[in-house]
């Protein structure tokens, strides 16, 4: 077992929230794993170290939420950040119903889920939030860099989607949040799946492009088969599986202060622990060649 002290830790400022390099995702609880899986892998990530957990209110129409409330008052786990995410409009900002889903008092993470331009009128709603002590600090997710600067300084991480055949974490987006201080924390190291190349012959049934297939949109074109090629091509080479060479890449990427890791049974969270220990430049740069 990786003990907690072999991993990275990075404090996301103002609210000194505590971050371990791989966060769980918790996107499967309740859509594409039941309860009983669900705690089985939020143990197994308590257990390996992770101390950031991110939901949302849209994940499984609150199930995510709901499944992670009744774990925390099982566990009471201490030491761990809990973040969420919230739908516009945000002229009419409403967090009680997540909040009494997980089951907590204060959420340690409030993220604005997507960019709307009710984000630029919700200043004071959110200003009297983290005033009032029910939320630590605040994000924004799926945003570009332009939107983050017109957001203003109040949000003080930023989640995007980051791997190998789609990113949406530019290098002058890297290079605002570093200057700043704004932490930056990716999803999707393995692109839902596409990276593993499992989907050559069509989406498989069950799979993440099945039970959502707008994410097909976002992979299947021709830009991300060719870095899939590549990624295919760099494995027989090298004899790291696509999957451990694409999660090593994203786990290492500068700039980057944790990577949501999601998946269906501890397995899945083991094979992204296990890619902390391959760190080779040269190999990750004939990934992006």
């Not at 409403?94 to 984000?119: C, N, T």
């Not at 945003?143 to 300084?153: C, F, I, K, S």
């Amino acid at each position: 077992m990786l003990s907690l002290a072999y991993m990275k830790h990075a404090v996301i400022t103002p609210a000194a929230l505590p971050v371990t390099q791989i966060g769980l995702g918790c996107v499967t609880l309740g859509r594409e794993i039941d309860e009983e899986a669900s705690f089985v892998l939020l143990d197994h990530a308590l257990a390996r170290g992770v101390r950031l957990f991110d939901t949302a209110a849209a994940y499984g129409h609150g199930a995510s939420e709901s499944i992670l409330g009744r774990w925390l008052a099982s566990r009471r786990p201490s030491g761990i950040s809990i973040a969420t995410k919230i739908l516009p409009p945000y002229d009419r900002l409403d967090i009680a119903a997540s909040m009494q889903r997980l089951g907590v008092d204060q959420i340690d993470l409030l993220y604005l889920h997507q960019w709307h331009e009710s984000v630029l009128s919700a200043g004071a709603a959110l200003d009297e939030l983290v005033a009032s002590g029910r939320v630590k600090a605040l994000g924004l997710s799926n945003v570009t860099l332009d939107q983050l600067r017109a957001a203003g300084p109040r949000f003080s991480v930023v989640q995007n989607n980051h791997n190998l055949a789609v990113s949406d974490v530019s290098e002058a987006l890297r290079e605002h949040c570093v200057a700043n201080g704004i932490a930056i924390v990716t999803y999707s190291p393995l692109g839902a799946g596409f990276l593993t190349g499992k989907h050559h012959l069509g989406v498989q049934s069950g799979s993440r492009f099945d039970l959502v297939p707008g994410h097909q949109d976002v992979y299947f074109h021709r830009g991300s088969y060719r870095r899939l090629a590549t990624l295919e091509a760099v494995s027989a080479r090298s004899g790291h599986s696509q999957a451990h060479l694409a999660l090593a890449w994203a786990l290492h990427q500068p700039g980057i202060d944790s990577v949501l890791v999601g998946g269906r049974a501890p397995a899945h969270l083991d094979q992204a622990f296990a890619a902390l220990d391959l760190d080779d430049p040269a190999l990750f740069a004939e990934l992006t060649a």
